[in-house]
């Protein structure tokens, strides 16, 4: 029989060999949306703010409060979720999380 917790160190091992792999730098298309670029807080009522969350996902812990006042966030990349929604990686006042990107638009230079 095999030990369910050699399983898990064998699966573990190969996604961190794999990860190693992958590129670090910020590709300019990934997951079918731009990446690396600047936008702004767009369709969040004015009374309201765009919630940025630790993880990609509504029920994630809330890490940050974006107002739709214009104000800068970087763009770092963007996950497409079949059956879901997009969510992007963005920084904000010196802090990294996800929002929902229906709520953000690229500013237009």
Request: aromatic fraction near 16%.
């Amino acid at each position: 029989m095999t030990n369910i917790n050699s399983i898990a160190k064998n699966t573990i091992v190969a996604l961190v060999a794999f990860a190693a792999t992958l590129p670090l730098t910020t590709a300019s298309h990934a997951g079918g949306y731009k990446a690396g670029y600047h936008a702004y807080v767009d369709g969040v009522a004015s009374w309201d703010v765009l919630n940025m969350r630790k993880w990609p996902a509504s029920y994630s812990q809330k890490v940050a409060a974006i107002p739709d006042n214009g104000w800068g966030i970087w763009v770092e990349r963007c996950i497409y979720k079949e059956d879901a929604s997009d969510w992007c990686k963005v920084k904000y006042a010196d802090q990294w999380g996800w929002v929902n990107k229906k709520y953000i638009t690229e500013y237009e230079y």
